[in-house]
């Protein structure tokens, strides 16, 4: 699993990275960072695709939003078990606590 988480976030960090830094034209003299390749790669996905290129960024985010959640609820699936036990620890601790003082 963590290569899978791996192999999610080093992509995400490198795209958001990008964008961020071409947004802004911080390019450190690089022209992979700078702006005018950055509007000039939303243009062309927008025109391949037929939509505006400023709803691009937002699509992406949602897509990487729902990505994740997916990636979280597989990760969540597969260590139930010991979630559960967790949760049950966390609120035996925080109940037992709670009860006993509650009466006076």
């Excluded at 899978?4 to 964008?19: D, S, T």
């Excluded at 699509?59 to 990760?75: P, S």
Aim: glycine share 10%.
């Amino acid at each position: 699993m963590k290569y899978v988480l791996g192999f999610w976030a080093v992509p995400m960090g490198l795209f958001w990275g990008w964008y961020f830094l071409s947004l802004n034209d911080m390019n450190f003299g690089y022209l992979v960072l700078s702006r005018q390749l950055h509007d000039f790669f939303f243009q062309l996905y927008g025109d391949m695709l037929g939509i505006d290129p400023k709803t691009i960024p937002a699509m992406v985010a949602r897509a990487c939003v729902l990505d994740t959640f997916l990636l979280l609820g597989i990760w969540a699936f597969r260590r139930r078990r010991e979630l559960k036990a967790w949760w049950r620890a966390r609120y035996a601790v925080q109940g037992g606590a709670e009860g006993s003082s509650g009466s006076v």
